[in-house]
């Protein structure tokens, strides 16, 4: 596969989940939120645009780290200026750790 063809492809993943997830909430609300196609396609954009630095963030980090491989505390450190999201995948973490080990 081209990496153009991945790219797009990715990108109608996102297009697809965000439409999805605006579905929802818009039936949650009973239709009192209504979001646009052009809102839903603004809002994956953003979404595929942001994936993109975190990506990149995330193969900085283990490169200054002298690592090939992208770690958990790779994410974390992402997440440092959102003490909400840092403190959800912390508890992520630790769930899973305490899974592996009950296994």
């Not at 039936?27 to 942001?50: S, W």
Request: proline content about 1%.
């Amino acid at each position: 596969m081209s990496k153009d063809f991945e790219e797009e492809r990715f990108k109608q993943v996102i297009h697809y989940t965000v439409s999805k997830i605006c579905e929802n909430i818009q039936h949650e609300q009973k239709d009192e939120i209504v979001f646009t196609k052009q809102t839903i396609a603004t809002i994956a954009e953003i979404t595929y645009r942001q994936s993109q630095i975190i990506a990149n963030d995330l193969e900085c980090f283990a490169q200054h780290a002298k690592r090939k491989r992208i770690t958990v505390d790779d994410v974390l450190l992402c997440a440092r200026r959102s003490p909400s999201l840092h403190q959800h995948l912390e508890e992520f973490k630790q769930k899973l750790a305490s899974s592996s080990n009950a296994k």
